[in-house]
């Protein structure tokens, strides 16, 4: 909900810029930004005009299991906050929050062009959820699973074409 609520704050401050076409504003979120873009864009249909995601997930509670071990998440609760792996320390709030949100329900009320990229050796989120997520989208949408990229596209080759193609897709739908 937090990062919700700063993602509207950073386009109320863009949208005040003079130069600023507040109707051609993209949005490309990665990981868990990914999903909190998609979020945001199915709560502000009007805000957004065009989305890209980087290794959404379709379920946000795998999110946790997909960094965390259980005797982890078992400690976390237990404590009542946990270091995460950039040493933010994150709270409990987070497990109850995260219960809130469906990313299937919000990929049904993108009203963008929507652009899913996922990395076919994605070992932290699999890439059977960006099929999942496009499978529930409306249309425009397209979907690109890079053939033995990772999550952070750390192959110098594998992050060159995810920026060719992000670049393009942002290109096209934010002309006009």
């Known amino acids: 909900t937090k990062m919700i609520e700063d993602l ?15 109707k051609k504003i ?7 930004g990914a999903d909190v873009s998609l979020l945001f864009a199915a709560q502000n249909p009007k805000k957004v ?9 379709a379920h946000l509670d795998m999110f946790l ?3 965390f071990t259980e005797y982890q998440l078992r400690e976390w609760k237990r404590r009542g906050w946990i270091q995460f792996h950039d040493f933010r320390e994150l709270s409990t709030d987070i497990l109850a929050d995260i219960k809130k949100y469906d990313a299937i329900e919000a990929v049904k009320n993108i009203k963008c062009p929507l652009f899913i990229i996922h990395g076919q050796d994605d070992t932290t989120t699999p890439f059977q959820d960006a099929r999942e997520l496009f499978n529930h989208a409306n249309e425009p949408k397209k979907l690109d699973i890079i053939e033995m990229a990772d999550h952070n596209f750390t192959n110098t080759e594998h992050r060159n074409y995810l920026f060719d193609i992000l670049i393009d897709w942002l290109v096209r739908t934010l002309r006009g």
């Open 26 to 32: 993209g949005l490309v979120g990665h990981s868990f």
């Open 65 to 67: 299991s997909s960094y």
């Open 49 to 57: 005009a065009s989305l890209v995601t980087i290794g959404a997930r």
């Open 8 to 22: 509207n704050a950073a386009f109320e401050f863009v949208e005040k810029i003079e130069q600023t076409n507040a």
